[in-house]
Structures are given as C-alpha cells and as structure tokens.
C-alpha cells in the first residue's frame, strides 16, 4: 500500500468522473501532497461545494463536507475559527469560486484566512452539462453560448492578487509533479492560499470545440502553459491567451486571520480583568 | 445584588445565549437585530469565544454550520430580506442533522417592506421557506423573560434535535427596552459532550423517533457530511429506499418528541367560551383585551404559542372539544390563521383578525373582535 | 453488467495513442533495472493518459469487454518500464503502480467491491 492510499476512501470507488478527466489527477496529487507532509488524517477537512469538483471530498478518507454551491469557503471559514490548528482544504470548481461563490473568495483572500483553496479550472460547468463559466476562454461554444462566448475570462492570479491574497499559484493536470510541488507549498502556507488547477473538461467543453478526448484537450492545455518568465514578455493581446504557471505570488510574512483574532481575545479579556478590577 | 434591569429585546436574547454556551457568532448586520451582531463582537471576544462579521448573510449562516459542525454551538441573527438569503444553508443544516440557532427578529415585508416596524408575515416562510420536505422549529418568546427561556430552550432543542431551530422576535419586541429580572438557568444540554459508540461510521443510523448519533468533525473519526441525500455513513445516495428512510427519519425524530418541544401559555382557559390563539406582540395585546373582556362577563381566553412550529395540532385538538369559538389574531393578511382553522374543522365559529400596516393590534381592538362571536 | 460501449474514445484515437507510443517504444531498449507494473483493470477507464506519458511506450490500450468501458491499458513491454512513475502520477484512477506492494487480500476486496452499487 502506498502512503498516499491512506488517504483515500476507496469504499466510495469507483470515482464518477469521464474517462481521462483532471479531477483524479487533482485527487492524487493532493492525496500525495498529505502523504509527503506525512498529516495526521483526523486532523484535516476537506470541504467543497457542487459539481464535478463537488464530489472529491467524498474520496478522501479525512473529515469531509460537501456543502451547498459557491458556499464551501464559508463553511470553512467557520470550521478554521473553531478549530484553527486543523488542516482546512477546499475544493471548488469555476462556478463554486468565482461565479456564486466570487464574493467569498475575494473576502477569504482579504481576510488571509488559513484555507488552502484548490481551485479546478476546466472552463466549464461540467457537471450540468456544459454551460460557459466564468473561466470559459472567449470564442469558445458551450451549452449557453451556441454562438460563441462573448465574455472574457477571469484571470485568477490577478482577480486575487487584487484581493491581497497571500499566496496564489498556478499549474495544469499534464504536469502531476509540479502540481503536487505546489499544492504542498500551499499546504505548508499559513494564510489563504489558492492553487488553481487547470484541467480538461473533454466531454463537455472539449466536445463542442473540436477536442472531444482528454489527449486532445490537454494537449491544448500544453499549448497554454507558460513559465512566468515568458509570460513577463508577451503583449497584452498575447497574455489573454495563456496561463502562467508556477507560484505567482507568495508572502510569508503576513498574519493569519485566527492568530489576528486570538490578539483580539487577548486584548478583551485583558481589558475584562482590568474593568473588573476597578469595579473592586 | 437585584439582578432586576431593562434590557432591550436583543440584549437579552445575548445574554441568554452566551449562557446558553454560545461560542460562536457570525452574521451580518441587519434592522431590527443588527444590535444582537454588534453586542457578540463586544461580548465573545471577553469569554475567548469566537465571533467574525462575514460579507453577507449566506456566508453568515456558512460559517455558523462549519462552526458547528466543528463542535461550537453557533448562532446567527438576521431579519425577512437576510432570512430569505439563508434559505438554501438552512436545508442543508436540516439535511446533515446539524445544530444551529438562527434568530429571525421580523419586520415587515416583503421584500425591504417596512423595516422599522413589526409584522408577523413570515409564519409560513419559516416552516416552508427552504425547499423539500424537512422538518423544523420555531420558537416564539413575546415577553421579556419569554426571550430569555425561549433562547436558552433554542440551544437545547438545537443540540438534543440535531436540527436548526429558529427564535422569532418582534421587531418592536427586539428593540424595545424593558424591565427583565434575569434567572439563573442550570439545565444547558449538550449532547456532543457524549462518547458514542460510532461503529462503522454509522453517523445517521437509529431507531425511528431518535436524534442520530452524529459526531463533530476531528473526533478521531474520517466521517462524511453532504448535503446530498445519503446513507447511515453519510455518503450521497439516490436509492429509493435509502431516501425514504432516511426522510423518515429526520422527520420523525421531531414529530415524535411533541410533548418535548411544544411549549405554550394559556391566560383564563380552564371555562373559556371564546379561545384567542395568538403569539409574539399580538398575544400581548390579545393578553390585555382578554382581561378586557372578562371585565365585562366575556368568556375568553388566551392560548399563547411559544412553539409555532410545530404546530400544537393535537393540543389545539382537545380545546376544540369544548371550545367552539376560537379567534385568530396576528399582524398579517393570513397565515397561522389557516393551521387554526384546519385543526378546528368540526363545526366551531371561526373569525380572525388580521392586518398587515407596521402598526400593532390594540387591546381595544382584539376586545371588539373578540364581542363579534 | 452490461457491457456499455466506450464512447469517451473513438477506437481511431485508441490506435493514435497506441501508434506513438510504439514509435517511442522504437528508439528505445529495454530497461537495465526492471520494475513491477501493477494494473487494477477494474478502476481503469481506458482514458490513456498513463500510455500518452510513458516515455518508452511501455503501456498500450486494448479492447477489455469485461470492464464497463470496454478499453484499458496493458503493460504490453514490461521489460521497458524504467520506473519514472509519470504513469502512476497521471492516473486519475488508481488503477496503476509502479513497484507496488500489493496486499493481495485488499485488492481482491476493490475489486469485489467495485460492483457493489
């Protein structure tokens, strides 16, 4: 049995997802990421909210929730304040983090709450059928956009590095070891981190944009990728086409949100003690 | 040292909860309980408790649940439009069995409505507002000491119940200040103190008309919460016959511990003629006419819900045996009225009276509805 | 079970996929150091991805009729295996490893359990 198995609820396999779909390249890569951090199970949760990225929590044999749409980071936003030296992971797709659930991620970023966010972007609502997303590249046809989809994409990295977030990174499901590198790095990172994962989504989106297996698709992903370095170099017109990937920011220094609110108590207890001692 | 003060409507339900072990808070501010957030930021911290203001009123009920099932008993506070916003959250605090108070200080609606005057216009949202078939409680305290009982009973019925259970105020009730003397209250029940024998990771699994028994998260056990229908173990299932058990199961553990969770106040019952059923700020105006009419030789009487949801079927059931007038009265155009009028369904004179403009009945005006029978 | 058809991989991107891993396979010899490929034939998917990444087209896809999708992949060169484990890496299934200490009592229990619906 390899380590990493024993984080894996394998009485809930076989896992639902198409054939040759990045989720179970996710799945493993984090499930390898706790082996090598060599975490205790029982103290890490796994939460999500719905799609296809929805139901990876219930392969994981740690604590796991699977909530309601766009909401997961709230739901761990509570779990981290009422157990702040636990293990808080979530997993979203496009819809649950940056359309119904955008607001929540902006706010788990200014906050640096310490949630370590696995973002899945496939440019898609898989689970529905696929529908454009916030994340779906221009042009390209979906269920909702027959004609062509009108609406740029989100770019992740910058949407939060806007909202202070401390620690954002990108990789793709063709490159399983620096994807696993990263997600450690996340792992390890106290504050909220944000690793997004871009991955092939070949039944649903792939299919109407001329890459129907997952060969194709994440052949096309390969053709995306680019270092930092030659991302730096390209023009405007050029950077929309393409995702860098790598860690696009990290800063170590700040405080995260419970140790913040632990100084808070501190501070209104002492204050108590002070208030009941006049009072005598 | 008297313990005798005047509290506002939502001081006390603070003060109540945090001794009710409270430790969590998170919400969003919101006419007419915005006072209830502002007050726990002040208070919890002093008691290493945990409070956080979050971004909207989803992302509040969000992290209540994720507090509690974390082990917190957790409370948010929120009026009509914020009560709307938390409708989904709410299901799945029904679905996954999971602990929770929310206070619902209503106003009047829809929509922004009125929101610096009362109503009692979301009766039937708060039993049916979120979707599927689910069961739930509601808790409604119309005095001063009423909310400091009711708050603590929330706590209690939440944890014993595995189930969300909400504490309705008046908006006039919620901001009024009145004089309260505050009790000493020893029975807090905690059910999550208890080892259970968790085999097999059976958190779902019991007789019919029982609390599941359901562990936190970080007990040592790798246990599965989904808000999708599920088995024993709480992993998502759409098997006929799983879901029907299971909605079974969660309907009964209510419907079978009536006796339990309903709690009521009755005011000159024993030879009432004529019943008032009324609750919140109208039964206190129903209270004052009811003295009114017994002044003048009128028999009738005032049966007070503090549990309006459920609804106190069979109790209502054995005072139709021999009353056979009862009035209805609550500020707006109809909604408990109709759960009165289906349990009184052999005969007896039913009237209600009814508004819906921000403004509270007056003792006059109950006493002249009720020498209409 | 019914056998459903594959219908995630047209059989002409199977043979694609099986072509260039032979064509890696070509400039290739057999390894110095031999390793152990373990298959859960009852979790692969027949997706490919493991036979795309394997740089000396040690794995190939075949036709498997007693698996729900109808395809998975084989170590059709065993000998070829030089233990990089980009295979294992890729799987979104858990159905291959290299060098595995297999508990023969816990895979015959996935596999058991796998029909279980």
């Known amino acids: ?280 | 040292m008297s313990k005798r003060r005047a509290l506002q409507g939502n001081a006390i339900v603070v003060k109540a909860a945090i001794a009710a072990g409270c430790d969590f808070y998170a919400g969003y501010p919101i006419s007419p309980s915005s006072e209830i957030t502002v007050y726990m930021s002040r208070e919890l911290p002093k008691l290493e408790r945990v409070f956080i203001q979050m971004e909207d009123e989803i992302a509040s009920i969000g992290a209540c649940i994720g507090a509690s099932l974390a082990g917190r008993k957790a409370m948010t506070a929120t009026s009509g439009p914020g009560f709307s916003l938390m409708q989904e959250n709410l299901g799945f605090a029904v679905m996954a069995e999971v602990p929770l108070v929310i206070v619902n200080a209503m106003r009047g609606g829809p929509s922004t409505g009125l929101p610096t005057k009362p109503s009692q216009a979301d009766m039937m949202q708060m039993r049916w507002g979120t979707h599927g078939d689910h069961p739930i409680i509601a808790l409604y305290p119309a005095f001063p000491e009423e909310i400091y009982y009711e708050t603590i009973r929330a706590f209690n019925l939440a944890e014993k119940f595995w189930n969300p259970v909400i504490l309705i105020l008046d908006e006039c009730i919620a901001k009024a200040h009145e004089d309260i003397e505050i009790p000493e209250i020893e029975d807090i029940y905690s059910d999550r103190m208890k080892k259970h024998d968790i085999r097999d990771l059976n958190i779902y699994e019991r007789h019919f008309g029982e609390s599941p028994p359901r562990i936190d998260f970080f007990q040592g056990y790798p246990i599965h919460i989904d808000g999708l229908e599920h088995d024993a173990h709480g992993w998502p299932t759409s098997s006929p016959e799983v879901t029907d058990r299971m909605q079974r199961l969660r309907m009964e553990k209510i419907t079978n511990a009536l006796d339990e969770i309903i709690e009521y106040k009755e005011y000159f019952m024993e030879d009432a003629e004529i019943m008032v059923y009324s609750f919140g700020i109208s039964a206190r105006s129903a209270l004052a006419a009811v003295h009114l009419a017994r002044e003048q030789g009128i028999k009738a009487g005032l049966f007070q819900a503090l549990t309006i949801w459920p609804f106190p079927d069979d109790v209502l059931r054995k005072r139709f045996e021999r009353i056979k007038k009862v009035l209805t009265v609550e500020m707006n155009m109809g909604q408990m009225v109709f759960e009165v009028e289906r349990v009184a369904c052999r005969g007896e004179e039913k009237r209600a009276l009814l508004r819906a403009s921000g403004v509270p009945f007056t003792p006059d005006e109950v006493l002249a509805k009720i020498e209409e029978f | 079970m019914p056998l459903a058809e594959s219908k995630f991989l047209a059989s002409q991107d199977e043979l694609e996929v099986n072509q260039e891993a032979l064509e890696r396979r070509q400039k290739k010899e057999p390894s110095k150091t031999k390793h152990k490929i373990t298959l859960r034939p009852f979790y692969c998917k027949g997706c490919g991805l493991c036979v795309d990444i394997c740089p000396t087209g040690t794995l190939l896809l075949q036709t498997n009729k007693r698996t729900r999708w109808g395809v998975t992949a084989i170590k059709a060169a065993p000998d070829y295996c030089i233990g990089c484990k980009m295979c294992e890496h890729r799987c979104p299934d858990f159905a291959i490893f290299i060098d595995y200490e297999a508990d023969e009592e816990q895979e015959r229990a996935l596999e058991a359990r796998k029909d279980h619906e």
């Open chain 1, 1 to 280: 049995m390899r380590d990493y198995e024993k984080y894996i609820r394998y009485e809930t396999f076989p896992n639902p997802w198409c054939p040759g779909c990045g989720d179970g390249i996710i799945l493993k890569a984090t499930a390898m990421a706790f082996a090598e951090l060599e975490l205790d199970p029982n103290d890490i949760i796994v939460v999500a909210g719905i799609g296809c990225s929805g139901r990876m929590p219930t392969f994981f044999k740690t604590n796991t929730l699977h909530t309601t749409h766009g909401r997961a980071l709230t739901y761990a936003t509570g779990i981290k304040l009422a157990q702040p030296d636990k293990l808080v992971v979530v997993i979203s797709g496009d819809g649950d983090a940056l359309a119904i659930g955008g607001n929540h991620l902006i706010h788990a970023a200014r906050r640096n709450i310490g949630i370590n966010l696995i973002l899945i972007n496939n440019g898609v609502y898989g689970m529905t059928g696929g529908q454009a997303s916030p994340l779906t590249p221009q042009l390209f046809h979906t269920g909702t956009t027959p004609y062509g989809n009108i609406e740029p994409r989100f770019d992740t990295a910058d949407l939060l590095i806007a909202a202070k977030v401390s620690f954002v990174a990108r990789e793709t499901v063709n490159r399983p070891f620096p994807l696993k590198e990263v997600i450690k790095k996340a792992l390890l990172h106290k504050g909220f981190s944000v690793v997004e994962a871009i991955s092939n989504c070949h039944v649903n989106l792939g299919s109407k944009n001329k890459m129907k297996t997952a060969l194709s698709m994440t052949k096309w992903i390969a053709g995306k990728t680019v270092t930092k370095a030659e991302y730096a170099e390209m023009s405007d017109e050029e950077k929309r086409q393409k995702y860098p990937v790598g860690v696009l920011k990290q800063e170590d220094e700040r405080l995260e949100y419970t140790e913040i609110y632990h100084n808070v108590v501190r501070a209104a207890v002492e204050e108590q003690r002070r208030a009941e001692g006049r009072a005598q």
